[in-house]
Protein backbone atom coordinates (compact mmCIF):
# COMPACT_ATOMS: atom_id res chain seq x y z
CA UNK A 1 0.00 0.00 0.00
CA UNK A 2 1.26 3.64 -0.87
CA UNK A 3 2.44 3.21 -4.82
CA UNK A 4 2.56 6.24 -6.09
CA UNK A 5 3.60 7.14 -9.88
CA UNK A 6 3.71 10.10 -11.64
CA UNK A 7 2.41 9.70 -15.27
CA UNK A 8 3.89 12.82 -17.50
CA UNK A 9 3.18 15.16 -15.23
CA UNK A 10 2.87 18.50 -16.31
CA UNK A 11 1.89 21.81 -13.96
CA UNK A 12 2.07 25.53 -14.29
CA UNK A 13 0.95 28.11 -12.01
CA UNK A 14 0.02 30.33 -15.17
CA UNK A 15 -0.69 28.99 -18.19
CA UNK A 16 1.89 30.39 -19.89
CA UNK A 17 4.72 29.60 -17.80
CA UNK A 18 5.04 25.84 -17.00
CA UNK A 19 6.97 24.53 -14.37
CA UNK A 20 6.84 20.82 -14.40
CA UNK A 21 7.85 19.50 -17.77
CA UNK A 22 6.60 15.79 -18.18
CA UNK A 23 7.40 14.19 -14.99
CA UNK A 24 7.45 10.28 -15.03
CA UNK A 25 8.35 8.65 -11.13
CA UNK A 26 7.45 5.08 -10.25
CA UNK A 27 8.14 4.91 -6.83
CA UNK A 28 7.26 1.42 -4.88
CA UNK A 29 5.47 1.59 -1.89
CA UNK A 30 7.65 1.07 1.00
CA UNK A 31 10.68 2.64 -1.07
CA UNK A 32 12.79 5.98 -0.42
CA UNK A 33 12.95 8.36 -3.08
CA UNK A 34 14.89 12.00 -2.83
CA UNK A 35 14.50 14.47 -5.67
CA UNK A 36 16.95 17.09 -5.79
CA UNK A 37 17.91 19.47 -7.75
CA UNK A 38 18.40 23.66 -7.80
CA UNK A 39 16.33 26.09 -6.24
CA UNK A 40 12.97 26.81 -8.47
CA UNK A 41 13.23 23.43 -10.27
CA UNK A 42 9.97 22.07 -9.34
CA UNK A 43 10.16 20.58 -6.18
CA UNK A 44 7.88 21.73 -3.81
CA UNK A 45 5.44 21.97 -6.79
CA UNK A 46 5.61 18.55 -6.90
CA UNK A 47 4.84 18.03 -3.63
CA UNK A 48 1.89 20.08 -3.51
CA UNK A 49 0.72 18.81 -6.23
CA UNK A 50 0.60 15.06 -4.78
CA UNK A 51 -1.52 17.13 -2.17
CA UNK A 52 -3.27 18.66 -4.21
CA UNK A 53 -2.89 22.26 -3.36
CA UNK A 54 -2.83 22.36 -6.78
CA UNK A 55 -3.73 20.13 -9.55
CA UNK A 56 -2.11 18.63 -12.43
CA UNK A 57 -2.38 20.60 -16.14
CA UNK A 58 -1.53 17.32 -17.60
CA UNK A 59 -0.87 13.97 -16.92
CA UNK A 60 -1.81 11.89 -13.76
CA UNK A 61 -1.00 11.17 -10.35
CA UNK A 62 -1.75 7.77 -9.03
CA UNK A 63 -1.56 5.85 -5.48
CA UNK A 64 -2.17 2.07 -5.99
CA UNK A 65 -3.18 2.59 -9.24
CA UNK A 66 -6.09 5.17 -8.69
CA UNK A 67 -6.12 8.81 -9.89
CA UNK A 68 -5.98 10.65 -6.97
CA UNK A 69 -8.33 13.23 -8.38
CA UNK A 70 -10.73 10.02 -7.69
CA UNK A 71 -9.85 9.91 -3.83
CA UNK A 72 -12.03 12.33 -1.45
CA UNK A 73 -9.66 14.90 0.29
CA UNK A 74 -10.30 13.27 3.84
CA UNK A 75 -8.79 10.01 2.57
CA UNK A 76 -5.58 11.85 0.79
CA UNK A 77 -5.32 13.55 3.87
CA UNK A 78 -4.85 10.45 5.76
CA UNK A 79 -2.72 9.02 3.56
CA UNK A 80 -0.14 11.58 3.20
CA UNK A 81 1.75 13.18 5.12
CA UNK A 82 3.96 16.23 4.68
CA UNK A 83 6.63 17.41 7.05
CA UNK A 84 7.38 21.35 5.73
CA UNK A 85 10.64 23.26 6.14
CA UNK A 86 9.17 25.91 8.08
CA UNK A 87 6.35 24.89 10.21
CA UNK A 88 4.59 27.80 12.51
CA UNK A 89 3.04 27.02 15.42
CA UNK A 90 0.33 28.19 17.34
CA UNK A 91 0.76 30.06 20.37
CA UNK A 92 -0.91 26.59 22.01
CA UNK A 93 0.50 24.13 24.02
CA UNK A 94 3.15 21.21 22.32
CA UNK A 95 0.05 18.46 22.49
CA UNK A 96 -2.36 21.41 20.68
CA UNK A 97 -0.01 21.68 18.37
CA UNK A 98 0.62 17.69 17.47
CA UNK A 99 -2.68 17.26 17.55
CA UNK A 100 -3.67 20.00 14.89
CA UNK A 101 -5.92 18.41 12.02
CA UNK A 102 -7.50 16.17 14.88
CA UNK A 103 -10.44 17.49 15.85
CA UNK A 104 -11.73 16.51 19.53
CA UNK A 105 -8.47 14.41 20.56
CA UNK A 106 -8.24 15.12 24.24
CA UNK A 107 -4.76 15.65 25.86
CA UNK A 108 -5.07 11.51 26.81
CA UNK A 109 -5.74 10.45 23.14
CA UNK A 110 -2.60 12.94 22.10
CA UNK A 111 -0.21 11.48 24.74
CA UNK A 112 -1.58 7.89 23.36
CA UNK A 113 -1.46 8.57 19.65
CA UNK A 114 2.36 10.27 20.25
CA UNK A 115 3.17 6.70 22.11
CA UNK A 116 1.13 4.67 19.35
CA UNK A 117 3.52 6.34 16.42
CA UNK A 118 6.72 5.85 18.57
CA UNK A 119 7.83 9.58 18.71
CA UNK A 120 7.65 9.45 22.43
CA UNK A 121 11.76 10.18 21.95
CA UNK A 122 10.80 12.98 19.65
CA UNK A 123 8.92 14.64 22.75
CA UNK A 124 11.02 14.03 25.26
CA UNK A 125 13.61 15.89 23.40
CA UNK A 126 11.57 18.63 23.81
CA UNK A 127 12.24 21.00 26.60
CA UNK A 128 8.89 19.78 28.30
CA UNK A 129 5.74 17.80 28.30
CA UNK A 130 2.92 17.80 26.19
CA UNK A 131 0.93 20.45 27.69
CA UNK A 132 3.78 23.40 27.73
CA UNK A 133 2.62 26.36 25.93
CA UNK A 134 4.65 27.31 22.69
CA UNK A 135 4.89 31.17 22.12
CA UNK A 136 5.95 34.27 23.69
CA UNK A 137 4.14 33.93 27.29
CA UNK A 138 5.92 30.95 27.73
CA UNK A 139 8.36 28.75 25.94
CA UNK A 140 10.49 29.76 22.96
CA UNK A 141 10.69 26.80 20.81
CA UNK A 142 14.20 26.81 18.65
CA UNK A 143 13.77 25.54 15.07
CA UNK A 144 15.15 22.41 15.41
CA UNK A 145 12.09 21.91 18.54
CA UNK A 146 10.18 23.36 16.01
CA UNK A 147 10.41 20.63 13.22
CA UNK A 148 10.34 18.23 15.57
CA UNK A 149 6.69 19.00 16.61
CA UNK A 150 6.03 19.13 13.01
CA UNK A 151 7.23 15.65 12.34
CA UNK A 152 5.32 14.52 15.38
CA UNK A 153 2.42 16.21 14.09
CA UNK A 154 2.80 14.12 11.02
CA UNK A 155 3.45 10.99 12.17
CA UNK A 156 0.66 10.83 14.53
CA UNK A 157 -1.56 10.58 11.29
CA UNK A 158 0.73 7.39 10.77
CA UNK A 159 0.49 8.10 7.59
CA UNK A 160 1.60 5.61 4.78
CA UNK A 161 3.31 7.93 2.20
CA UNK A 162 5.51 10.91 3.62
CA UNK A 163 6.88 13.68 1.97
CA UNK A 164 9.82 15.34 3.73
CA UNK A 165 10.21 18.87 1.79
CA UNK A 166 13.41 20.35 3.05
CA UNK A 167 12.49 19.66 6.57
CA UNK A 168 15.97 20.33 8.01
CA UNK A 169 17.02 22.14 5.35
CA UNK A 170 16.86 25.35 7.63
CA UNK A 171 18.76 23.60 10.54
CA UNK A 172 21.96 23.94 11.25
CA UNK A 173 24.06 20.83 9.88
CA UNK A 174 24.67 19.37 14.01
CA UNK A 175 20.63 19.55 14.49
CA UNK A 176 20.06 18.65 11.57
CA UNK A 177 22.01 15.08 11.78
CA UNK A 178 20.41 15.00 15.02
CA UNK A 179 16.89 15.26 13.22
CA UNK A 180 18.22 12.41 10.53
CA UNK A 181 18.49 9.60 12.50
CA UNK A 182 15.06 9.64 13.30
CA UNK A 183 13.28 10.76 9.92
CA UNK A 184 15.41 7.74 8.39
CA UNK A 185 13.74 5.53 11.26
CA UNK A 186 10.08 7.00 10.82
CA UNK A 187 10.50 6.38 6.84
CA UNK A 188 10.75 2.44 7.29
CA UNK A 189 7.80 1.00 6.08
CA UNK A 190 6.71 4.27 4.12
CA UNK A 191 6.95 5.25 0.82
CA UNK A 192 8.99 8.80 1.39
CA UNK A 193 9.26 11.73 -0.88
CA UNK A 194 12.38 13.82 0.62
CA UNK A 195 12.75 17.07 -1.02
CA UNK A 196 16.53 17.64 -0.33
CA UNK A 197 18.68 20.83 -0.33
CA UNK A 198 22.08 18.08 0.01
CA UNK A 199 22.60 14.98 -1.92
CA UNK A 200 24.62 14.09 1.71
CA UNK A 201 21.11 14.00 3.64
CA UNK A 202 19.40 11.29 1.09
CA UNK A 203 22.18 8.70 1.23
CA UNK A 204 19.54 6.47 2.36
CA UNK A 205 17.35 7.09 -0.58
CA UNK A 206 16.34 4.08 -2.82
CA UNK A 207 16.36 6.19 -5.87
CA UNK A 208 17.60 9.82 -6.38
CA UNK A 209 15.87 11.88 -8.56
CA UNK A 210 17.35 15.64 -10.02
CA UNK A 211 15.06 17.59 -11.22
CA UNK A 212 16.59 21.12 -12.95
CA UNK A 213 13.87 23.28 -14.69
CA UNK A 214 10.67 21.12 -14.33
CA UNK A 215 12.50 18.00 -16.15
CA UNK A 216 13.94 14.73 -14.66
CA UNK A 217 17.83 14.86 -15.90
CA UNK A 218 19.20 12.17 -14.15
CA UNK A 219 18.49 9.74 -11.60
CA UNK A 220 19.79 6.32 -9.79
CA UNK A 221 21.61 5.47 -6.13
CA UNK A 222 23.33 8.10 -4.36
CA UNK A 223 26.86 6.03 -5.46
CA UNK A 224 25.75 5.77 -9.38
CA UNK A 225 25.19 9.87 -9.09
CA UNK A 226 28.57 10.25 -7.64
CA UNK A 227 30.23 7.98 -10.04
CA UNK A 228 28.54 9.93 -13.18
CA UNK A 229 29.63 12.89 -11.31
P1 LIG B 1 19.26 -0.21 -11.62
O1 LIG B 1 18.25 0.41 -12.55
O2 LIG B 1 20.48 0.64 -11.43
O3 LIG B 1 19.56 -1.64 -11.91
P2 LIG B 1 17.35 -1.04 -9.69
O4 LIG B 1 16.15 -0.74 -10.53
O5 LIG B 1 17.77 -2.47 -9.54
O6 LIG B 1 18.59 -0.16 -10.17
O7 LIG B 1 17.08 -0.43 -8.24
C1 LIG B 1 18.11 -0.17 -7.30
C2 LIG B 1 17.44 0.12 -5.97
O8 LIG B 1 16.46 1.14 -6.14
C3 LIG B 1 16.68 -1.06 -5.39
O9 LIG B 1 16.78 -1.01 -3.99
C4 LIG B 1 15.25 -0.84 -5.82
O10 LIG B 1 14.31 -1.38 -4.89
C5 LIG B 1 15.16 0.66 -5.81
N1 LIG B 1 14.27 1.16 -6.83
C6 LIG B 1 14.15 0.75 -8.10
N2 LIG B 1 13.27 1.48 -8.77
C7 LIG B 1 12.85 2.40 -7.89
C8 LIG B 1 11.95 3.47 -7.99
N3 LIG B 1 11.30 3.78 -9.10
N4 LIG B 1 11.74 4.19 -6.91
C9 LIG B 1 12.37 3.91 -5.78
N5 LIG B 1 13.24 2.93 -5.61
C10 LIG B 1 13.46 2.17 -6.66
P1 LIG C 1 11.90 24.32 -5.79
O1 LIG C 1 11.12 23.67 -4.69
O2 LIG C 1 12.63 23.35 -6.64
O3 LIG C 1 12.81 25.41 -5.30
P2 LIG C 1 9.33 25.41 -6.56
O4 LIG C 1 8.49 24.24 -6.84
O5 LIG C 1 9.16 26.07 -5.24
O6 LIG C 1 10.87 25.02 -6.79
O7 LIG C 1 9.14 26.52 -7.67
C1 LIG C 1 9.24 26.22 -9.05
C2 LIG C 1 8.90 27.46 -9.85
O8 LIG C 1 7.54 27.79 -9.64
C3 LIG C 1 9.69 28.69 -9.47
O9 LIG C 1 10.01 29.40 -10.65
C4 LIG C 1 8.75 29.48 -8.61
O10 LIG C 1 9.03 30.85 -8.72
C5 LIG C 1 7.41 29.12 -9.20
N1 LIG C 1 6.34 29.18 -8.18
C6 LIG C 1 6.34 28.53 -7.00
N2 LIG C 1 5.19 28.75 -6.33
C7 LIG C 1 4.45 29.57 -7.12
C8 LIG C 1 3.16 30.15 -6.99
N3 LIG C 1 2.39 29.94 -5.91
N4 LIG C 1 2.72 30.94 -8.00
C9 LIG C 1 3.48 31.15 -9.11
N5 LIG C 1 4.70 30.63 -9.29
C10 LIG C 1 5.18 29.84 -8.31
Known amino acids: QGHVRF ?4 FGYDADRQILKGI ?3 IPAGATVAVVGPSGAGKSTLARLMYRFYDVTGGRITIDGQDIREVTQTSLRAAIGIVPQDTVLFNETIG ?13 QIA ?17 GLD ?3 GERGLKLSGGEKQRVAIARTLV ?8 DEATS ?19 GRTTIVIAHRLSTVVHADRIIVLEAGRVVEQGTH ?6 G
Not at 7 to 10: A, C, P
Not at 170 to 176: H, I, K, P, V
Not at 223 to 228: D, G, N, V, Y
Request: glycine share 6%; charged share 25%; hydrophobic share 40%.
Open 24 to 26: DLD
Open 132 to 134: TRV
Open 170 to 188: ALDSRTEADIQATLESIEQ
Open 7 to 10: EGVQ
Open 96 to 108: YNIAYGREGATPE
Open 223 to 228: AELLRE
Open 157 to 164: KNPPILIL
Open 112 to 128: EAVRGASIAGFIQALPD
